[in-house]
């Protein structure tokens, strides 16, 4: 049985700065993720936003900085199970947990960090009926690649960050913007609803979407206000759905996890109440908790030199600093 020091149970920021760190303190490290491509949230949610908040870089790409958390991730060859899903953990004889996979029951380690995020993140689909083979093409509910939206007479539904954010950059790059929201009150933030007030973004709140029409890509929408009933029919080109996740955590209770709300509980040492087991990012929960990148990666750093120390009970939790290593890479 192929035995790893740690093993890093999601490939998002905080995972991805983990195996870096992980790689630093010498441990054997594999990291595991649902998605095919590395990033979390950063790749699957937001990959042409500029991030302005992680240190060392006062602007980047949400996809340029997932590349180089990959690039660092990958520094000490760390091995990566990419469109694995995680579905269970469970502790051997010799205090050595098996990590049960939709793909395989082969996963073996000494410790392990749940860098989960918010889970398998599933996007909120809309219960109405359309052609799924549009999806990608004119209906999407992630941008990941914004020139698509270019020119085009763009249908944005939601009320929060996402949604707002994207009628914002998009009333500078598309023909039409029009923003739906089925209340009057935004989740985003209220300095970016100020704006897209502002900007080129015809607004209707009340309004949901009743009817995709169009052969193979989208011609028209109706939508209609939820409190008349009264329907409208728009010219439109594509689709951005920004409704929210389906998120579900229970399966992490069934580990033996203690959970706050939906968050696994750590200490200031990233422990969970099972041994060998930490939390980093957005997944867990104590009391200074900022789901942040920034935070993630502290915490990773935190999880992975408190880990060594559980793995190997002589190793120090400081790890020194990385300038005073001479690293050939
Ligand atoms: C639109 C948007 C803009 C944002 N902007 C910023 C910003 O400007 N600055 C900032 O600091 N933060 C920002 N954030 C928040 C930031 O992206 C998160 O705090 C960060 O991604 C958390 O990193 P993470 O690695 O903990 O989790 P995630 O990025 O969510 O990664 C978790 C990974 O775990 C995987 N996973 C989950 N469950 C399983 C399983 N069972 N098996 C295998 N793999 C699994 C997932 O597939 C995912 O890849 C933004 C978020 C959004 C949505």
Avoid at 322 to 329: C, E, G, H, T, V
Wanted: neutral net charge.
């Amino acid at each position: 049985m192929d035995v790893y020091d740690i093993t890093i149970i999601g490939g998002g920021p905080t995972g991805l700065f983990g195996s870096f760190y992980a790689g630093l303190r010498g441990l054997k490290t594999k990291v595991i993720d649902v998605l095919p491509e590395l990033g979390g949230q950063l790749t699957a949610l937001y990959p042409e936003k500029y991030v302005y908040d992680v240190a060392g870089h006062p602007k980047i790409l949400a996809k340029d900085l997932s590349k180089a958390l990959g690039t660092q991730a990958q520094l000490f060859k760390a091995t990566m199970s990419l469109g694995e899903k995680v579905t269970n953990m469970e502790q051997t004889e010799n205090n050595v947990w098996r990590i049960v996979t939709d793909k395989s029951s082969d996963h073996y380690s000494k410790a392990v960090l749940l860098a989960l995020g918010a889970g398998a993140c599933v996007p909120k689909k809309l219960d109405v009926d359309y052609d799924r083979n549009m999806e990608g093409e004119c209906i999407f509910y992630a941008v990941k690649n914004k020139e698509r939206f270019r020119d085009k007479r763009v249908l944005i539904i939601g009320g929060g960050d996402s949604a707002v954010d994207w009628a914002n950059e998009f009333s500078h790059l598309a023909k039409n913007v029009y923003l739906i929201h089925r209340r009057d009150q935004f989740r985003a933030v209220q300095t970016s609803v100020e704006e897209m007030k502002h900007n080129k973004v015809d607004i209707k709140t009340f309004y949901e979407l009743k009817q995709v029409i169009g052969n193979g890509k989208v011609e028209k929408v109706t939508i209609f206000d939820n409190r008349s009933g009264q329907e409208e029919t728009l010219d439109i080109d594509a689709i951005l759905i920004n409704i929210g996740f389906v998120i579900n955590l229970d399966f992490l209770k069934s580990w033996g996890l203690k959970m706050e709300v939906n968050a696994i509980s750590v200490n200031e040492k990233m422990e969970t109440n099972l041994p060998g087991i930490y939390a980093a990012g957005d997944i867990c929960s104590h009391p200074a908790k900022l789901k942040l990148i920034a935070t993630g990666a502290a915490e990773a750093a935190t999880a992975v030199n408190f880990a060594c120390t559980y793995i190997n009970p002589s190793a120090k939790a400081f790890p020194g600093h990385s300038s005073n290593l001479n690293l050939s890479i």
